[in-house]
């Protein structure tokens, strides 16, 4: 019996980003360099696959410092830490490796900077996450006003309203942080706003890919960790865009074949913390059940690189 057909329109671009190479890879040097074990506080990028082959390799992932020796080699992830966490690594000798992503310490740099113009705060992000828990932790408890919606936005209070700033996570939906940011200037038309979007670029080019494909696809599918925020904001895209229906999946095993019932045509994208493999891991599953075209469709091409810190590099 023939395979039933299936056209696979592929974003791009998708999966990994700058950042996240650069927090692997830093990994993997430190591991060269110190030898195992090295320490990583929390999970270095949020993807169970990349954990996992960094852990075989003899990478331990901590939630705190005292997990770890005194002295001991200590990773902090790529979303960033509050500022405390250097500090008390520093208080145990700890050999410290920023795996940070540039684009987020320049969130954090911008904030303090505010700040010390005399300035409130605001941060757009998702309370929670380890990228706001980071910018928060920047300043001192309670001194960064964190906004999630536009709801929050429209009761903000704040003292002095021709001092105030934002600043946002880099994970975000785009068109939900515009509404976001729309209320706060129509209430606070002297708010200070960052140059340039702190919505990075990778978050921004794909969600960008998402939206030009959706309307062309029955179903779309985003392989990424349930707790990646631009993950999750991937898929969000797709179904704003009047896709039928998306989904969020970590391995190509997890989808259920009735949830693809009546698809003609499926876009497939991978958030910024996702390896390809799994994107390839995906159609070698749809080939075993259908007669697949696969095409990719990139709306943008991508060469950022972010150099590795100065006691790697070498
Ligand atoms: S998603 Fe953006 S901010 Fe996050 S690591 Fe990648 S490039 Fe950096």
Partial sequence: MSKPKLTVLLAGPRGFCAGVDRAIEIVEKALEKFGPPVYVRHEIVHNKYVVEGLRAKGAVFIEELDEAPEGAPVIFSAHGVPKSVPEAAARRNMIQLDATCPLVTKVHVDARRHRKQGQTVILIGHAGHPEVVGTLGQLPAGEIKLVENRAQAEALRVDDPDHLSFVTQTTLSVDDTKEIVDVLKRRFPNIDAPRTEDICYATTNRQAAVKTLARQCDAFI????????????????????????????????????????????????????????????????????????????AVTTEDMHFSLPRALSA
């Avoid at 179904?239 to 970590?250: D, H, P, T, V, Y």
Wanted: net charge negative; aromatic share 4%.
């Fill in 222 to 297: 985003v392989l990424g960790a349930p707790n990646s925020s631009n993950s999750n904001r991937l898929a969000e895209v797709a179904a704003a865009q009047g896709c039928g229906k998306s989904i969020l999946i970590e391995r190509a095993a997890e989808l259920d074949p009735g949830w693809m019932e009546g698809v003609a045509t499926v876009g497939v994208t991978a958030g910024a913390s996702a390896p390809e493999i799994l994107v390839q891991e995906l159609i070698a599953l749809f080939e075993q059940r259908y007669d697949v075209t696969v095409r990719e469709v």
